[in-house]
């Protein structure tokens, strides 16, 4: 990195995140040059950090890169796109490997990878770390091998502003401090591998960091967005007064706890589509056999114990042994299957500008997320993005070319801003959550269009960026969820609750001129040339 103003920093390559996507594609760039990973609290905080289950990939005996492609396919509802599903199962094993070499203490049975299965896999095929903080254990293996890169440098604690624009394309991004100062860093290439945006949801698993702040930076800087209104919600967070919305891992189903709503009957397939799951814990409460609950009763105590150790002491925290008392739970928003549209190399529609891991609009999930293949999908796009940032890497912007700061705005106070979030979130999970039809949506819409107003300008902080962000995020959502008149997947209107293949079979792209369909494997062209 080099300097020249004070306010003024320059790196080869930006990356934008220090999750699983972002570690990667530090580590391959290093080797071309010098890299700045911004990360807007410290670097071990992220939605990777918070995936307990695991991560999907073919390496076991009696699995191969057909059957999990087959089982993706079938999970996305009908438009996941086949060439980059293809990249992620292919070259997947060939980077949990790679991972392991560098340290990755993954879990073992024999001296051989042990697999178990989440939702919607046909094989055991779910690796796992420390029992159920895989998520953890593989930003702690690619955090030390960048710390010991020496052209990795990391900057915790700042907040994105904007990305910095010259020249056509994306040259940069502006930054604040905690104390409030502003800074741009110039960049070659820019990776948003900024994380997702359950924030937008008053009910979520994700952590307070996750307010969509690479999407909407990327909206704003005119880069086209994919599959906004794909929002996949876990049906099983933690529902414990005063608890926050921890997840409790697919994966304890997996090993045959059960759904048990107030009469203690089982009422669905555990195992099932996470969409369906979800709604149908949502239809017990909503009908008045709630609240549902996790029995692990059944189980052998030691085995829960040794299988789930993060999942256990959490509970305990809140009074619950999970080997002796039922588990209250609710859905909750988790994974967004959208993001900004790039190619199979994580190429975005604006030069200079490439996005990986959930901030992505690959097409890789369709309209639901198979589970467990988040984290793959950040090592094998993290390296992918890398490939590309180098081959593509314009020349180091001028000085001269830094775009000037946009006038600031006069600040809101901060409880009028805290409120503000707290109305969209509450608005956002009554009419953009499980179940969405038309009128909400179009009511939505106009709320978050007011709210729009409210915060247009240049943020003085943390809080008033990311009230900006959520806005953002929400309308894109919400515009593209009114789109959509079909039920596909993670997207359910109840005034339209029927697939339609005729008008819908494709990814939703929304373009400075609205939302339009696509083809399903369109997703691919969709990069700047």
């Known amino acids: 990195m080099s300097r020249t103003p004070a306010d003024l920093v320059r790196a080869d390559f930006l990356v934008l995140g220090s999750g699983i996507a972002g570690l990667r594609a530090a580590l391959g760039l290093a080797r071309h040059g010098d890299v700045l990973v911004v990360t807007k609290d410290q670097p071990t905080e992220s939605n990777t950090g918070y995936a307990q289950g695991g991560v999907a990939v073919a390496l076991g005996p009696d699995d191969d890169a057909l059957a999990h492609l087959e089982d993706t396919k079938k999970a996305g509802a009908g438009i996941v796109s086949a060439p980059a599903a293809r990249v992620l199962v292919e070259e997947g094993p060939e980077r949990i490997r790679e991972l392991a070499a560098w340290g990755a203490r993954f879990d073992r049975e024999g001296g051989r990878f042990h697999f178990t299965r989440e939702g919607a896999h046909s094989r ?12 953890w254990e593989m930003v702690r293996a690619l955090l030390e091998r960048a710390r010991r890169t020496p052209r990795i440098a990391v900057r915790s604690f700042s907040c994105s502003v904007d990305l910095a624009l010259s020249g056509g394309g994306v040259a940069g991004c502006r930054f604040l401090s905690e104390s409030g100062e502003e800074t741009t860093v110039l960049a070659r290439a820019t990776l948003l591998a900024t994380g997702g945006a359950g924030q937008v949801f008053a009910e979520t ?57 107030a009469a203690l009957e089982r009422f669905t397939e555990e195992l099932g589509p996470r969409d369906q799951v979800a709604r149908a814990i949502a239809r ?51 994974y967004v299957m959208g993001g900004v549209a790039t190619d199979l190399f994580t190429r975005s529609s604006v030069p200079g500008l490439y996005a990986a891991g959930e901030a992505a609009g690959t097409g890789v999930h369709g309209a639901n997320r198979l589970a467990s293949n988040s984290l793959l999908e950040g090592l094998v796009f ?120 005729h008008r819908f079979r494709g990814h939703t792209r929304l373009s400075r001129e609205g939302p339009a369909l696509i083809g399903v494997d369109e997703v691919a062209t969709v990069a700047a040339r």
Do not use: K
């Not at 055991?124 to 998520?135: E, F, K, M, P, S």
């Not at 509970?315 to 928003?333: E, F, K, N, S, W």
């Not at 819409?445 to 008033?464: K, N, S």
């Open 124 to 135: 055991n095929r779910v690796l796992h770390a420390l029992g159920d903080a895989t998520g």
């Open 284 to 334: 017990e409460a909503r009908e008045g056999r709630g609240p549902v609950t996790l029995d692990l009763r059944h189980l052998d105590p030691g085995h829960v114990r040794s299988r789930f150790p993060r999942i256990v002491a959490t509970c305990a925290r809140y009074g619950l042994d999970i080997t002796r008392d039922l588990v209250p739970v609710t859905p909750a928003a988790h």
């Open 205 to 261: 698993t994700n952590p307070p960091v996750a307010t969509g702040d690479g999407m909407a930076m990327a909206r704003r800087a005119g880069a086209d967005l994919l599959d906004m209104e794909f929002v996949q919600f876990h049906p099983t967070a933690l529902a414990v007064a005063g608890a926050p919305r921890f997840l409790v891992s697919e994966a304890v189903r997996g090993e045959g706890a059960y759904l048990r709503n």
């Open 382 to 501: 993290g390296a992918r993005a890398a490939a590309a940032m180098v081959e593509d890497a314009r020349p180091a912007p001028a000085v001269s070319e830094a775009p000037a700061p946009s006038a600031a705005v006069a600040a809101e106070p901060a409880a009028r801003t805290a409120e503000m979030v707290d109305t969209l979130r509450g608005r956002a999970w009554e009419s953009l959550g499980l179940e969405r039809d038309g009128a909400g949506l179009r009511g939505l819409v106009a709320d978050l269009a007011g709210m729009g107003a409210a915060v247009a300008g240049r943020p003085r902080g943390r809080a008033a960026a990311e009230a900006r962000n959520l806005v953002e995020v929400a309308t894109a959502m919400a515009t593209c969820a009114l789109f959509r008149e079909e039920s596909r997947g993670a997207h359910f209107r109840t005034d339209f609750p029927r697939l339609d293949d």
